[in-house]
């Protein structure tokens, strides 16, 4: 499909005899031959397209076959399919290879790591983001106003030649009106500059992995005039030792002895915020959640907070030596089989199947 008008491609009008196009091909081909722009991909692209152009306007049947049928026209011959149809009718031609683009600069993309604790209260972080700005000496336009040279072949109005509906920026000097005859000292005719920018960001409380926080206007700077790009922080919240979230809730493991579970006892566990001392009832048994109401996250947009739930762990002993061993043991003898009444009912079945 030829995406790009090929009378544009040349800098030649509707009219132009087939002398005028060969005229125009040689000029072009001589200055965009990558022997003399080995290093410049930009050059590269423009021979090929040169060549392209010349291929078929300089053919008389194929130039017939392109001015019937516009971007449908295929070298092959081949008709065109529906999603070249619809290429078409996206995009106006000539704009999908332009220099200068009056579109916003791209979006930037950073990952910023915050700990649950920063998630309970938000935080401030301070990032430094590698992003494109544009360059003052030339204000964006790759060469100062010494550095320009008025575009020959649209004689510096920046407007392709060619029929109202079709016309496009001129492709030559991309609809800037002039070329560079020597690029900006500062940024080498890029139009922008390459900096380090510290920033401020506020990543607001209740926040989870994968949320995106946009920042206006922080993302990379277009050629040549329109707005900058955003810039997309990507919020990661790392894993914690002791806490596990789950939405809004947190949950914890709290390690007791076999005599804290039995007896009772006041612990004081961590929380997200300090620490706070929790009664375990007498006769807990290992599993069982105690829920501190609203010291979990707080949720995204409302004063409501999540829950805390703690769940109770045994903790054995990895090792006893010969005293404890021997107490234990005086212990366990003591108590009589109802002390363990489910413990009991297995034993029963386990009688009855002998
Ligand atoms: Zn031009
Ligand atoms: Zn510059």
Avoid at 136 to 149: I, L, V, W
Wanted: with cysteine.
């Amino acid at each position: 499909m030829a995406t790009r008008d090929y009378y544009n491609i040349l800098g030649i009008g509707r009219d132009a005899s087939s002398d005028d196009v060969k005229r125009a091909y040689r000029v072009l081909a001589r200055r965009w031959h990558p022997d003399r722009n080995q290093h410049d991909a930009d050059a590269q692209q423009r021979f090929k397209d040169i060549t392209e152009a010349y291929r078929t306007l300089s053919d008389p049947d194929k130039r017939v076959r392109y001015d019937k049928l516009g971007p449908l026209y295929t070298e092959d011959g081949r008709p065109p399919r529906p999603e070249d149809l619809n290429q078409v009718a996206n995009t106006v031609w000539g704009n999908l290879f332009r220099w200068r683009s009056t579109a916003k600069g791209e979006d930037l993309r950073y990952t910023v790591s915050v700990t649950l604790e920063e998630v309970v209260t938000g935080c401030e972080k301070e990032v430094v983001v590698p992003r494109q700005v544009r360059c003052r000496t030339c204000d964006g336009e790759g060469a100062t106003a010494e550095g320009r040279e008025r575009c020959e072949v649209c004689k510096g109005s920046g407007r392709a030649s060619g029929p109202r509906l079709l016309r496009t920026d001129c492709y030559h000097c991309s609809g800037r009106g002039f070329t560079v005859a020597s690029p900006c000292p500062d940024c080498h005719g890029d139009g922008r500059l390459g900096v380090e920018d510290t920033l401020r960001i506020k990543v607001p409380e209740g926040v989870a992995t994968g949320q995106k926080l946009k920042i206006v206007g922080k993302g990379n700077a277009p050629r040549g005039s329109g707005d900058a790009g955003d810039l997309l922080v990507i919020v990661s919240v790392a894993d914690h030792a002791l806490f596990r979230r789950r939405g809004d809730d947190v949950m914890l493991d709290l390690p007791l002895t076999f005599p804290e579970l039995c007896l009772g006892a006041d612990v004081t566990v961590p929380t997200l915020e300090g620490s706070t001392t929790i009664r375990i009832p007498a006769a807990s048994p290992p599993g069982k959640v105690l829920r501190l109401a609203n010291r979990g996250l707080p949720k995204v947009g409302r004063s409501a907070r999540g829950d805390l739930h703690i769940q109770l762990v045994l903790e054995v002993p990895p090792s006893l030596d010969e005293g404890q061993r021997q107490g234990l043991e005086r212990w366990a003898g003591d108590l009589p089989p109802t002390a363990h009444p489910r413990r009991a009912l297995f034993d029963k079945l386990v009688q009855e199947r002998r």
